[in-house]
């Protein structure tokens, strides 16, 4: 079957580039017609198939052309970043960890590649809706909407019970609108899952001492 797929992505390859005039005769003024039978030349127009399906919201396919890209040139950052997207966004998942360990692998610096690593890294982990409410619940702590960070802390925690980070954060929230009681309810959670975090005993503490 893979055989079958490489020969025709083969036959399409020979055909789209058949047909492109790299140059006019000199001599006679016609079009000379050839074509990049190069390794690299092979894996960019697999690649450029790929983008153009993608963008084309054919996605599975897509998917069928970077696979081929990489396979022929294993150094080729972007097609193992469109890859891992692609895989991402089909939530395929434990794929999408994959093709965004070789982006990192190959472009260390990259720091868009490395947060969606450890976001499908958490999605597999805690769940895609429960990281997400997390997540959002985060840079609403980040921003000071106490308020709306508990709402979502307490949302993803419904998706997740054991969602340690939500339990946290649930408990940091509530000490900082002075809700003491909540915030030694959630951080009790939370080392019952991490007993070993002494910055959580200490806010514990603290909460304990406040609510009374």
């Known amino acids: 079957m ?11 390859l020979l055909f789209l580039l058949s047909i492109t005039p790299l140059a006019q005769s000199a001599d006679f003024g016609q079009p000379i017609y050839s074509f990049d039978v190069t390794t690299e030349g092979y894996a960019q127009v697999m690649f450029d198939q790929g ?18 890209a990489v396979t022929a ?19 395929m998942i434990d794929e999408a960890i994959w093709a965004w360990k070789k982006v990192v692998q190959l472009e260390p610096d990259n720091t ?43 949302q993803a925690i419904s998706l997740n019970p054991n969602m340690d980070k939500a339990h946290y954060w649930l408990g940091m929230a509530y000490f900082e609108t002075k809700d003491y009681h909540n915030a030694a309810r959630a951080l009790e959670k939370y080392l019952s899952l991490r007993p070993d975090d002494k910055t959580a005993q200490y806010w514990l503490k603290e909460a ?5």
């Open 112 to 154: 868009q590649a490395k947060y969606f690593l450890e976001k499908c890294e958490n999605w597999k982990k805690y769940g895609k809706d429960a990281w997400e409410s997390y997540e959002q619940g985060y840079l609403k702590f980040e921003n000071k909407d106490y308020s709306a960070a508990i709402e979502l802390f307490r």
């Open 73 to 91: 040139k294993p150094n080729f950052t972007k097609a193992w970043f469109w890859l891992a997207r692609t895989y991402q966004e089909e939530e």
């Open 51 to 68: 983008y153009n399906l993608y963008q084309a919201g054919r996605k599975e396919e897509a998917i069928q052309f970077f696979v081929e």
């Open 2 to 12: 893979l055989k079958n797929k490489k020969a025709i992505l083969v036959l399409n």
């Open 208 to 212: 304990k001492n406040r609510a009374k």
